[in-house]
Nanobody, 123 residues
Framework: VQLQASGGGLVQPGASLRLSCTAS????????VGWFRQAPGEEREGVSC????????AYIDSAKGRFTISRDNDKKTVYLQMNDLNVEDTAAYFC?????????????????WGQGTQVTVSS
């Protein structure tokens, strides 16, 4: 199982980024996927997640109204559209997957993890 996260970058406050997490080696539509982030010196926290079907999702409070998670099971990819970014969103972002229908913002929920993609928001 491989998860490839991409789409990070350096942006100014108020800008947008779309992160992608592309999977290989799994029957993707059997897996819930979560996005997590970790800033230096901080715990890794769940940002958003989506069920295997895409029918349900969850967000950390600070992401509600700004971030949107979606998935394309044909492309084996989950997206995290991040709008109105602020400096507090600066972190390495990781995607994770678990063979289960429901998703969770808990790290322990997920067995498979991708490498991080860095998001830096700075003026």
């Amino acid at each position: 199982v491989q998860l490839q996260a991409s789409g990070g970058g350096l942006v100014q406050p108020g800008a947008s980024l779309r992160l992608s997490c592309t999977a290989s080696g799994i029957t993707f539509d059997h897996y819930a996927v979560g996005w997590f982030r970790q800033a230096p010196g901080e715990e890794r926290e769940g940002v958003s997640c989506i069920s295997s079907s895409g029918g349900s999702s969850a967000y950390i409070d600070s992401a509600k109204g700004r971030f949107t998670i979606s998935r394309d099971n044909d492309k084996k990819t989950v997206y995290l559209q991040m709008n109105d970014l602020n400096v507090e969103d600066t972190a390495a972002y990781f995607c994770a997957a678990q063979r289960i229908s429901t998703c969770s913002l808990l790290r322990e929920w997920y067995r498979y993890w991708g490498q991080g993609t860095q998001v830096t928001v700075s003026s």
